[in-house]
């Protein structure tokens, strides 16, 4: 009970060590037993002494003991760093003789830097040869004793975080001045022929080291003398590589850590060691946004002192220069992201350092703000992070409170980072899942109670605050200084400013800083509102297309709705309506205008249900609804578009936000619903207009058939709709009279959706009817049955196949539908004269339709592979077959080409070759209407509506060019498939 109660948790094996004749001072001695159980693991530190007292001679261990009675310091360090690390209690039992590294106190051994490390370092090298080691051998040992010391300082206490780190960082200055010592001792005239500077990188060179860490180093050199160039880099390289095997190599005397030199030029497969001019030559010309970032932590560390001074002097301006380069922003961002997505998904819940809320969030969070204003604010450009994170702070770019919870943070994480490492001195950044080690690194982190839960909580804590802050720390010191530019208050200047909102990607950060002052400024309610939330949106609108745009339009949309209570409550509430509104401001021109048209449906984007497309029935009940209402045709149609307006916002709001995936057909389904549903509208305003003028009865019923797009439920965005009208006298009723009233209803139903708006127009078109322009507007039913039955041509059957009621008299339409099956699914199939005349009349399509100057590869309806090409191969099969194949009796494209593949009158692979380009060509075709504004069959040529297209699909900032091939590469493929089917296509198949 007794040890128990002194923190042992095997009592049995502790009683059983104290029983032996070295520790039998220890077993006696409250004060030493109180020690032990003081420790991060009293178990580990008692087996350890052990260890040590057994290798010491009986002299050297009385005075051991004697010491640990005697002196307080001594006891703290020696039996801490035995309860914390397995590995350096090893050290001890194979040298006993350094646990007097322990026993100074002075003020001038609490902080040692690189001058001290290696006097200490060197005196074991290079002065101890009686030792029997060789120079490498003494090098590891030194180290070991020297780290013994550093483990001892921290573990008491006596240094911070920051300052272990530091030393850790000038310990392994110090090893590589001595390492390239024993390689140019080894190979003097190597080191003749040459001046070679070391180069540390990461955090070797950010002066915050872990215990356990690849030490990255990047070399330069130069001849001496009269020496060649290529002889003095063969020397130079030979140093190198001597001096990395030296820290590297694993004897006996275990190894001291791994030098990486991969952040070097060209990485692995570039040479080991450069000259000045090659590392700059290579930087200006070939260095990509990651090394920069590297270089920021970049310092001298060992070699030639005047070397290193020059290769900084030269590479420095490069670095904080870099956050003019193109897609900086998006380059660190997509690193981190990448960075994350390599953890294996069993480790990334236990991943110290990369995983999210991990120490690498903090690190790129600082960095990201010292490229971006280190280039006109040199206090900031410090390679540790702890003193970037305060000069960052002290300047403005980052929230006191902000700072220090993140301090705070980083602090803790280290320090758990540190105590995992420290325990076996092993590379690792993952916190163990055994129970015993959880406890003792509770307990090493001061947490006594209940080590293993405290250490959970307060690390899963600091995990989530690091995470948010890392969400918000790129975007929130702006908006403070936008606040607070007062003159003489702490914020950034406005030229600073300027400069952080190019580097986000704002092409006019005057104007955004104005817009910005304008929805900030202020002590009222909405301007704290928005305080909170235009951080977190202007990350949003930097990672689209358009920022600027994005912007401009939530001040517009904030200056609409600003008095309304709901508006700034919604966005701060509901995080996805935040989300989704600067996603569907900064998505081009389509959706924000439909927005502005009506602010209001800002309300659609925080409800779980709002982006969902409703159904025909239920916006044509709407919509009669309203037009029941109305008092002037006018003012119905306007009701019905003001329905319309709402619904493309729905649709295309959720289109750019992703809510589709992907699936042209729900996009196409719901603007064809809403189009049928506006139609139906405006024609019932054309029939109570009539009504009322005449005040009689109709003497004809109208329907209305949908027809190309229209009828096959996939219109885009910009479609016309495609119609065709047909009519029926009512019994008894004068044919002569109903025609004129059935013509007046269909052009003022024309009329009516033609009167001048700036909403998205609606354009019918009805040159599909018989006789096309030349022919009557509306004709009967009995009409369309005989001209179908005398004069019809091939090209007629082939566009009723995608012939639908939209609106108007149910009952007409569907007998208009059994009138034409048999045409457009006729009995015996296609003759070998019809055939040849659809193929006649594509290849005019071709010849004549395509704009002049277009490009073939790229024009989504025309072009080769292109929406034209898979549709009339698809009708070809449909003309051929639906008269045996119910599945091919349907007007949309894709449900044809799937009848038609399951019926094998297709291989599957071609039909996925046809659907894939067709789909690609719809959503190249509604992406363009998004963006611009208005319809358009080929890419933009302004590269920032390509840009937003390319978004819009999928493709990151940069990859314009895989847009375009990929493109041209499945329309080419389609193309390949037409003209084997379409091209080759018999009667029989």
Known sequence: MRLLRHGFTDPQTAARLLETPGLAPVRSDPVLLDSLGDTADPDLALLSLSRLVDALT?????????????????????????????????????????????????????????????????????????????????????????????????????????????????????????????????????????????????????????YVSDVDVVFVAEPRGTVPESAALQAATRLAARMIRVCSDTTSEGTIWPVDANLRPEGKHGPLVRTLSSHVAYYR?????????????????????????????????????????????????????RVVDNIPAAQIDRELKLGPGGLRDVEFAVQMLQLVHGRSDESLRSGTTLTALKALSEGGYVGRADAAALEAAYRFLRRMEHRIQLHRLRRTHLVPDNEDDLRRLGRSLGMRTEPVTELNREWRRHAMEVRRLHEKLFYRPLLDAVAQLAPGEIGLSPKAARTRLEALGYRDPAAALRHLEALASGVSRTAAIQRTLLPVLLGWFADSADPDAGLLGFRRVSEALGRTPWYLRLLRDEGAAAENLARVLSSGRLAPDLLMRAPEAVALL??????????????????????????????????????????????????????????????GRAVSDINAATIAGALRAAINAEQAQSGEPLPTRLAVIGMGRFGGDELGYGSDADVLFVHEPAEGADEAKAATVAGRLANELRRLLQVPTSDPPLLIDADLRPEGRQGPLVRT?????????????????????????VAGDADLGRRFIETVDPLRYPSEGLSEDAVREIRRLKARMENERLPRGSDPTTHTKLGRGGL??????????????????????T???????????????????????????????????????????????????????????????????????????????????????????????????
């Open 891 to 989: 007007t949309g494209t894709r449900e044809a080409l799937a009848a038609a593949r399951e019926t094998d009158l297709i291989d599957p692979m071609d039909a996925r070759i046809l659907e894939n380009a067709w789909v690609l060509a719809t959503r190249v075709r509604n992406a363009v209407m998004l963006v611009r504004g208005r319809p358009g069959d080929t890419f933009p040529a302004d590269p920032r509506e390509l840009a937003g297209v390319a978004r819009y699909l999928g493709y990151e900032p940069g990859h314009l060019g895989e847009l375009i091939e990929d493109y041209r590469r499945t329309t080419r493929r389609a193309r390949a498939v037409v003209d084997r089917i379409f091209y080759n296509w018999t009667p029989e198949g």
């Open 285 to 337: 010309r070939w260095a990509k946004t990651w090394e920069f970032q590297a270089l920021l932590k970049a310092r001298p560390i060992a070699g030639d002192e005047a070397l290193g001074a020059q290769y900084m002097e030269a590479v420095t301006p490069m670095v904080w220069s870099a956050s003019e380069r193109e897609n900086f922003v998006s380059d660190v961002q997509q690193m981190r992201r």
């Open 58 to 210: 009986p002299s050297e261990r009385q005075a051991l003991l004697g010491t640990l009675t005697a002196s307080k310091p001594l006891r703290d360090r020696l039996l801490g760093v035995l309860g914390a690390s397995a590995a350096l209690g090893t050290h001890l039992a194979r040298h006993p003789g350094d646990w007097h590294a322990l026993v100074t106190y002075e003020v001038t051994d609490m902080h040692p830097g690189v001058e001290e490390f290696q006097r200490s370092l060197y005196q074991g090298v290079f002065d101890e040869r009686d030792r029997g080691l060789s120079r490498p051998d003494a090098l590891r040992v030194a180290y070991r004793r020297c780290l013994l010391a550093i483990a001892a300082r921290d573990v008491c206490g006596t240094t911070d975080v920051a300052q272990t780190a530091a030393e850790l960082a000038d310990l392994s200055a110090a090893t590589l001045c001595a390492a390239l010592d024993i390689a140019a001792e080894e190979v003097p005239d190597d080191a003749r022929a040459c001046r070679i500077a070391v180069i540390g990188m990461g955090k070797a060179g950010g002066h915050e080291l872990n």
């Open 781 to 805: 039913l009995g009409s369309y049955a005989a001209y179908y039955r005398r004069w019809s041509h091939v090209w007629e059957s082939q566009a009723l196949l995608r012939a639908a009621p």
């Open 868 to 889: 034209s090409d898979v549709e009339w191969t698809v009708q070809l099969i449909q003309l051929t077959y639906a008269h045996s194949v119910p599945g091919l009796r």
């Open 606 to 667: 925080g409800d779980p249900e709002g982006l969902q497309p409703r159904g025909r029935a239920a916006l044509e009940a709407e919509v009669m609804a309203a037009v029941g209402r109305a008092g002037t045709p006018e003012q119905a149609v306007a009701a019905a578009r003001g329905v319309r307006r709402r619904e493309l916002f729905r649709t295309t709001a959720a289109d750019v936000i992703g809510t589709f995936d992907g699936d042209v057909g729900v996009p």
